[in-house]
């Protein structure tokens, strides 16, 4: 499986961005995807997760009621809406797949099979 990110910019505190990610190379309906970010000198973290057949969200607290996950079968894609965004946020974002049995989310990174390149999200104060 492919994936690849997009979406990432240059915004202003209290802005929004829409981060997309495309899959391809594999059944998307096979798995859960994930969003993860890496501030500068920070440790890769989980942002937010949805289940195969999107029924299922949970988002970290640090951004719950500002970012929302979603996914579009049809176009294989999974999206990271992002609202209100404040400096903290600034990271490299990535996207990540992860082949599931059930209709479950993932919130640990290592159960992550496949990961996109990353996009750059830079917020100012």
């Known amino acids: 499986v492919q994936l690849q990110a997009s979406g990432g910019g240059v915004v202003q505190a209290g802005g929004s961005l829409r981060l997309s990610c495309a899959a391809s190379?594999?059944?998307?309906?096979?798995?859960?995807m994930g969003w993860f970010r890496q501030a500068p000198e920070k440790e890769r973290e989980f942002v937010c997760a949805i289940s195969r057949s999107g029924s299922y969200r949970y988002c970290t607290e640090f951004v719950t009621g500002r970012f929302t996950i979603s996914r579009d079968s049809a176009k294989n894609t999974v999206y990271l809406q992002m609202n209100s965004l404040k400096p903290e946020d600034t990271a490299v974002y990535y996207c990540?797949?992860?082949?599931?049995?059930?209709?479950?989310?993932?919130?640990?990174?290592?159960?992550?099979?496949?990961w996109g390149q990353g996009t750059l999200v830079t917020v100012s104060s």
């Open positions: 190379g594999g059944f998307f309906n096979n798995y859960g």
């Open positions: 990540a797949a992860a082949r599931t049995d059930g209709d479950a989310v993932r919130a640990r990174e290592g159960l992550y099979e496949y």
